[in-house]
């Protein structure tokens, strides 16, 4: 499969965000950012936190990032490779490839997602599987406030998806808050981090 790298070589703690002046995609560091830098989250600017340098991850040439690979060069989270990612094509089938370990699948236009940092990763959590080390480095980056009311939202609309309920509980156990939201009291209790996840089985829970 050809690849085009997407380099990480801006330094660490380095992101791209929007500028008070309302310049777009301006590379900032940390100083800059604080006298520069306005909002959170990818669309206006993100938090900067100096975890090191950014995971560099490949793309296939041709798809779009979705789940955890959206998250990582989003907010170019600096994680170990993930053994699972995926991407969309416009044209053509599903396809898995096997590379240096790390398992890439691509997937048609049909499986277009919803806009939402919840969206995106309620996608990881169904195609990627549980990967807590992403999860961890993407909650130290973002506007909770904001992101516990989609997972509210979510919650709200689907109180029995799996998958929502999956990222409601890893987000409270990772973080130690609460999102705005009455605990489950119907679905199916399901494991947060199913056997076939990384070859290991999770604590049954209703989240």
Known sequence: MPFLRRRTALS???VVGHAIDGATDVPMC?????????????SLGQVLIPTGPALD?????GTDAVGYAWAILEYRL???????ITFIAPRGGRRTTVDGGQT????PAGYQIGTTLADQLEFALRYDGVNL?????????IDMDAFEG????????????QYVRRLWFLHEFLTGRKVPVAD???GMWRSARPASTFGASGSSTSS
């Open 150 to 161: 989609e997972v509210a939202r979510h919650v709200e609309e689907r109180p029995t998806g």
């Open 30 to 42: 940390d100083a800059h950012f604080a006298t520069k830098g306005v909002g959170l989250g990818p």
């Open 133 to 141: 080390q992403v999860l961890d480095a993407l909650f130290g980056r």
């Open 12 to 14: 660490p703690a380095l």
């Open 57 to 61: 991850l490949d793309v296939p040439n």
């Open 184 to 186: 489950a009291s119907t």
């Open 104 to 107: 890439i699948l691509v997937l």
């Open 78 to 84: 600096c994680v170990l490779p993930p053994e699972h």
